[in-house]
């Protein structure tokens, strides 16, 4: 039987191209094929930097003797969760009621008509820790399917009709007030880790989201507490293993509560997130760690994570190989007393085992240690330090670097877009800036098609066959509503509009609820919708603030009233489960503080006097406040409209709640403007 992946775009796929597994794609064809022969579906769910998926593909996807009875006995298909989070979702959601937890790899067995009826996720190759072996499930299985179909088939009912039959409890229609932020914050600050930073216990996961609300809180309404949890959320997460401390960019998580060990894969959501975070936290105190964590960070992205075609790949694996040949977690990373000293010499070793916490018993394994910043004090020679630095990272690029995950995911480009357009804008980098453009331009040419819809993923400069789900049209959308303030450049936020009336007609529904996918898409056994925010923003609250910021630059009603509808799931979560409602409360702030319509005009785009206005608007931090900047007369920007020089002068005009000040041509008034 043919392996059917070696044509595949995503990474993950590929990487199982050539297993012994007869292993389909997602497709009619696979499940037309189970019921041909009569035979159920393995279903495997993965990602291509996922460590214990790498280990079962190894032990048991590798393996002739199980690759032959999964070929005899199944039709096993292949799911890259990151191109398919849709099938990923729903069957999760499945797994889940069933075991209580879940997690990749996602192993599940369906019918020929697509329906679970036995869950799993990692299963090792013997018996383990009470774990059955995989060759012990698939013979229960087989032994189910053939000798009780019965019961295998009312159990696949039932767990089906469950699925189709859970509702979300929506709440209301209405946005959120201050006594649901406050709330949320208040729940915030219970499960708030004074000495660590962070939230809750091992393992910690950066909060990006939440940390975004707790900044636009603290600029709408002074609260110093929330300002105080995020900045030193940030400084703990800076100075940790977590963060690479040579070439910048954050870890997915620390697997302790003290940031120390990192799981050491790095994804672009999570860089575009903190880059971002970072950049606001500079914004909001002037911190010049904040400015070096997010300069840093942006420079990681596009050093590292970008594509020949100026797209942004998904994921650097966290494992590599240790220079024996053997694959290991983190080999690219840690170091030893003896390494620091075979590179800088003795003094300089000593210097930076100090410098960077490198002991003799490691922090990691085997007597290894993450880089951190564990100094809380002491002087030392910054030119010294920079020198150490540069020649531990010119070692550090002769050893096997991590794999790469090389598709380009159109919402994590947008978030990508979003992070790079500001952090280029605040700090004087137009390099960013056009990095920025020239992922939006891939988005544009590649994966919008003639009628605006969008695909999902992209991989060499060869489009994906998946759709685009609501979060990628709604982080796309926000990339480039970032771009069109940053640029003054109205087509991105005509794209914007393009994406965002897609979300209007094929992902809202009478209510004001969202789903996940269109009303187009391919059908499921139930239509995923999740508002939480989990690894990055849900595609419902994502959506939110699109439509908040869209409706902004442009006046458009129906997008207004449809962020505000959609953050009634604002209101019912957000006192309850804040930590994962962030960015809806990051929107929800947008929306108590404004609209703020901020229109900045010259005589033209290259005036010094225009630029460092619109500059001083990028940095006010009212949290509901959108940028406009052009040429006075234009209609490039809706926002520009009937907004003339003052006095032959650039001026800005700013707008709150239907109501104007009077335009100014001062810095200094623009920033009391929009700060509070």
Not at 100 to 120: H, I, K
Not at 403 to 408: A, C, E, I, M, N
């Amino acid at each position: 039987m043919p392996n059917r992946l070696a044509h595949e775009t995503s990474p993950y796929l590929l990487q199982h191209a050539d297993n012994p597994v007869a292993w389909w794609p997602w497709s009619a064809e696979a499940f037309e094929e189970a019921r041909r022969t009569n035979r159920p579906v393995l279903l495997s769910v993965g990602y291509s930097s996922c460590h214990w998926c790498h280990v079962m593909a190894h032990e048991s996807f590798e393996d002739q003797p199980t690759a032959d009875y999964l070929n005899e006995h199944f039709v096993s298909v292949k799911v890259d969760r990151e191109e398919r989070p849709d099938v990923d979702a729903v069957y999760m959601e499945a797994v889940q009621a069933a075991t209580g937890q879940g997690g990749w790899p996602m192993t599940v067995f369906l019918t020929p008509d697509a329906e679970p009826f036995y869950f799993g996720t990692y299963f090792p190759p013997a018996p383990r820790h009470g774990m059955p072996s995989f060759r012990q499930v698939l013979e229960g299985v087989r032994s189910a399917w053939t000798d009780r179909r019965d019961e295998v088939a009312e159990v696949a009912g039932k767990i089906t009709r469950d699925l189709s039959q859970r509702e979300i409890d929506y709440g209301s229609t209405e946005a959120p007030g201050e006594e649901e932020l406050s709330g949320a914050l208040l729940g915030l600050t219970r499960e708030y880790d004074p000495q660590r930073g962070g939230f809750g216990g091992a393992p910690k996961f950066p909060p990006s989201m939440a940390l975004e609300f707790l900044l636009r809180h603290h600029a709408r309404t002074g609260a110093e507490g929330a300002l105080e949890m995020a900045r030193d959320t940030c400084e703990r997460m800076a100075r940790g293993g977590i963060y690479d401390q040579l070439a910048g960019g954050f870890a997915r998580y620390s697997v302790d509560r003290e940031w120390t060990v990192p799981h050491f894969e790095k994804m672009l959501y999570d860089n575009a997130l903190l880059c971002r975070v970072y950049a606001h936290l500079w914004r909001s105190t002037g911190s010049d760690l904040a400015r070096r964590v997010a300069v840093e960070t942006a420079d990681f992205l596009v050093r590292e994570l970008r594509t020949t075609e100026g797209g942004f790949a998904s994921a650097l694996d966290a494992d590599s190989d240790d220079g024996t040949g053997k694959h290991v977690e983190g080999a690219y990373y840690v170091w030893t007393p003896a390494q620091l000293t075979e590179v800088l010499g003795e003094e300089d070793g000593g210097l930076a085992a100090q410098y960077f916490g490198v002991t003799e018993d490691g922090t990691f394994e085997e007597g290894q240690s993450v880089l951190q910043l564990p100094q809380d004090e002491g002087v030392f020679d910054a030119d010294r330090i920079a020198s150490i630095k540069s020649r531990l990272l010119e070692a550090r690029s002769q050893r096997p670097a991590p794999g790469r995950d090389d598709k380009v995911v159109a919402a994590w480009n947008g978030l990508a877009i979003a992070a790079l357009a500001e952090t280029g804008a605040y700090f004087d980098r137009p390099d960013l800036v056009e990095a920025a453009v020239s992922a939006a331009d891939l988005l544009v040419r590649l994966h919008l098609d003639e009628h605006a819809k969008l695909a999902r993923t992209s991989k060499d400069g060869q489009v994906g066959a998946n759709a685009g789900v609501l979060e990628d049209y709604a982080d796309a959308a926000e990339g480039f509503l970032a771009l069109a303030s940053v640029t003054g450049e109205g087509v991105w936020l005509e794209f914007a509009g393009f994406l965002l009336d897609h979300v209007l007609t094929g992902f809202v529904d009478e209510s004001g609820a969202l789903y996940d996918t269109a009303s187009d898409a391919e059908q499921l056994i139930r239509r995923p919708q999740d508002p939480t925010d989990n690894a990055t923003p849900s595609g419902w609250t994502a959506a939110a603030g699109a439509l908040l910021s869209y409706a902004a630059q442009t006046g458009a009603e129906p997008h207004r009233t449809a962020a505000e509808r959609a953050l009634g799931v604002v209101k019912a979560l957000g006192p309850r489960v804040p930590r994962f409602i962030g960015w809806g409360l990051a929107v929800a702030e947008a929306y108590l503080d404004g609209p703020r319509e901020v229109a900045v005009v010259g005589p033209s785009l290259d005036d010094e006097a225009a630029k460092a206005l619109h500059r001083t608007a990028l940095l006010g931090t009212a949290p509901g406040a959108v940028v406009a900047f052009g040429v006075a007369g234009s209609d490039e920007l809706p926002l520009l409209a009937d907004r003339p020089l003052v006095d032959g002068e650039p001026a800005a005009y700013v707008c709150r709640n239907f109501t104007c000040d009077a335009p100014t041509t001062d810095q200094e008034q623009l920033r009391a403007a929009l700060n509070r």
